[in-house]
């Protein structure tokens, strides 16, 4: 189908109506769906991630592109279930106990959406037992903790070990960010990865399923 | 309540300074972000209510601390040798205000993200500029009396909690924000400091030379 070219532009573009008319029309064409996501989907959010470390776009042309790419995955969804395309993952996603901060982490969660993923975002202000029953309940293969104040972020310590008590620390992997957070704060809390910013986010979500 | 109210219009966020603090800098946004960034000016000029207050207070050192008003403010090292030979402090708080929490989209999901990103940025630029506002409501209350920059808790090794310190100063909630157990103050676009004052101070001047925190943004500034 000559127009799958357009599905990439409009994802690149971050032009919603337009990735989703295009997706209609592909899957009207009964175009392959994995070739629809991998070789046209997945290859413009590459794209936008790339210029974007590169410094040629900015957080919102990334948000946008996240839209496009949401908008069309949402109508790809049911023929998903019965296919053989690799599901990105289950993610759950909330900010620390204590910490109101939304922005930071919304921006992961709409990246991590936008890339495929499944998220659930449980809010701000999370206290660990809301950490581990929403792992437990979505199956989650991710957990993404954030934090934006020095002293909030200790309290991911105790996400983890309630994530031990509760013997499903091994089930799942935990991501953490947030402004004064490092990677040495990372590997001192044992949890499995940082990243400084959204974009990185998503290669570290991959990344760390992959492992 | 000690609250000093400002008109949006003397604190006005502008398209441009949106665009420039996200990089936009020789590249141009897609048209959307144009239109998301006109009906978020819109509406804080329509609905935000900024307001600052602030107490000049006598102080004096004590070794690398601080005495103000009763109150041993430990700024740490970095902050206390630029507050030197300061006479008196203006002890503040600034805020966006509770409005402008109101205006966020209610639920944040990807598909409100654009704006809720943008107006994020507006909030922080907002309230920079309201304490910019104040230093200069301070200069009409001590003219020819130079004074230091702003500087706040949790920077450069003057610790977050200290923050209960500046609250206390100030009284209870000022401007209408609250500091949490954990040292958060709501609405989240806030801010809380001190700035020295007297003859023989050092203007102007910010510690990125001391400071070890390579992600602090203002850096450089
Ligand atoms: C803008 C800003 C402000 C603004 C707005 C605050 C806000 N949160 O909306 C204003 C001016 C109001 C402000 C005020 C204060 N701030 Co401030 N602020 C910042 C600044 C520059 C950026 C924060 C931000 O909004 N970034 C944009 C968002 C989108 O980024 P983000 O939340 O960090 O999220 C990104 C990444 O961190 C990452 N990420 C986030 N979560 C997650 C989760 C996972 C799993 C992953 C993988 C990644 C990830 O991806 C996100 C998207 O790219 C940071 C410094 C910095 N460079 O980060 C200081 C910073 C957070 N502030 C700081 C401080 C101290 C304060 C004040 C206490 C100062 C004061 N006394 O007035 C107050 C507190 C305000 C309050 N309500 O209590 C300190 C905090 C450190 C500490 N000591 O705890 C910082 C780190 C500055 C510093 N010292 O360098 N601040």
Same mark, same amino acid.
């Given at each position: 189908m000559e127009n799958l070219d357009q599905l990439y532009e409009a994802i690149l573009k971050g032009n919603r109506p337009l990735a989703i008319e295009t997706t209609k029309l592909a899957i009207e064409q009964k175009v392959d769906i994995r070739t629809i996501i991998d070789n046209y989907m997945s290859k413009a959010m590459d794209e936008i991630g790339h210029r974007f470390e590169n410094g040629k776009a900015f957080v919102p042309e990334l948000l946008m592109s996240a839209r496009a790419m949401k908008g069309a995955m949402e109508l790809l969804q049911p023929f998903l279930a019965n296919s053989d395309v690799p599901r990105a993952g289950t993610v759950v996603i909330g900010t620390v106990k204590g910490d109101l901060h939304d922005i930071g982490k919304n921006l992961v969660a709409a990246m991590l959406e936008g890339s495929g993923f499944e998220v659930?975002?449980?809010?701000?202000?999370?206290p660990s037992g809301k950490f581990v029953s929403s792992v437990v309940e979505h199956q989650a293969n991710i957990l993404c903790l954030s934090a934006l104040l020095t002293t909030t972020m200790n309290y991911m310590k105790d996400v983890i070990r309630a994530l031990e008590e509760a013997g499903i620390r091994n089930k799942v992997k935990i991501m953490i960010g947030g402004a004064p957070i490092s990677s040495t704060f990372a590997t001192e809390i044992g949890a499995d990865g940082y990243s400084s910013n959204a974009n990185a986010a998503v290669a570290l979500a991959r990344q760390l399923l992959a492992s | 309540m000690n609250s000093i109210p400002v008109a949006y219009s003397e604190v006005e966020v502008l398209p441009e300074e949106i665009l420039k603090d996200i990089g936009y800098g020789n590249t141009a946004p897609e048209s959307d972000v144009l239109d998301v960034i006109n009906n978020i000016m819109e509406l804080l000029r329509r609905k935000v209510k900024p307001r600052y207050f602030f107490a000049v207070l006598e102080g004096y050192f004590e070794g690398a601390t601080i005495s103000i008003g009763g109150q041993l403010l430990e700024t740490g090292a970095v902050i206390t040798r630029l507050l030197e030979r300061s006479t008196s402090f203006a002890v503040f708080a600034a805020t966006a205000g509770h409005e402008f929490e109101q205006i966020l989209p209610p639920n944040k999901t990807s598909d409100d993200m654009l704006t809720a990103y943008l107006l994020d940025i507006a909030g922080t630029l907002l309230v920079e500029k309201v304490g910019d506002y104040m230093e200069k409501q301070l200069e009409a209350l001590l003219p020819e009396m130079p004074h230091t920059n702003r500087f706040s808790p949790g920077y450069c090794g003057w610790h977050l909690t200290e923050q209960r310190k500046i609250f206390d100063l100030l009284g209870q909630?000022? =401007?209408?924000i609250g500091l949490s157990d954990? =040292?958060?103050?709501?609405?989240?676009?806030s801010i809380s400091g001190i700035i020295g004052i007297g003859s023989n101070v050092q203007t102007g001047q910010y510690a990125c030379c001391y400071c070890e925190m390579e992600t602090c943004y203002k850096r450089k500034k």
């Open positions: 659930i975002n449980i809010g701000v202000d999370i | 909630n000022p =401007c209408g954990v =040292c958060l103050m709501t609405p989240i676009k």
